[in-house]
């Protein structure tokens, strides 16, 4: 198991699922994808973010963003789950989730961090872009369940940055001003950002989100 940073390839994997066998490459396609992993079915935590997740899946699917859950119990026991999740939580889990019983994945994207729980997975969250490499990686702890609202904002700053010379400030959501990249000098900026660049400093200059 090497540790995966971010710019690496996402390593590729064949791994039974709630949704049967899947190649996590083929399942991309072309797109987006976010994987990410729980410490068990039938947590408390677990079960209000696939809820979460499942409710947020159009947004995802707007932004050709595909998602695959992980945990470590089998997918009998995911399906009995996803009962659980669609009855308590009002939704429909409409992904996969990877029966990583013999923890294959969970080693390839180091899921398990021993000194927290030497069995279960620790929430971890990768977002992989179109060219199969590492854009974001979390690591959260078992108590305390993700944002999905902060996902989707970062995949926004992840799509806008990937095609546009710009970087987004703290708090920054989509739609608001963003910051030109410290690569490009400010008159070189006034030719790109034809909406205005507003110079606060040579070093952080602002300028209207330029797709918005
Ligand atoms: C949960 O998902 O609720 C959870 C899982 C493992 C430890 C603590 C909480």
Known sequence: MATI??????????????????????????????????????????????????????????????MMALSVDGADSHNEWIKDINETQETLVNFPIIADEDRKVSDLYDMIHPNADDTLTVRSVFIVGPDKKVKLILTYPASTGRNFYELLRVIDSLQLTAHH???????????EKVVVSPSIPTHEAKEIFTKGVEEIKPYLRMTPDPTA
Do not use: M
């Open 5 to 66: 940073r971010l710019g690496d390839t996402a390593p590729d994997f064949t791994a039974e699922t709630s949704q049967g066998t899947l190649n996590f490459y083929d399942y991309l396609g072309d797109g987006w994808g976010i994987l990410f992993s729980h410490p068990a079915d039938f947590t408390p935590v677990c079960t209000t973010e696939l809820g979460t997740a499942a409710k947020f899946k159009s947004e995802f699917d707007k932004r050709n963003v595909k």
């Open 165 to 175: 010379k710009v970087a987004t400030p703290a708090n920054w959501k989509n739609g």
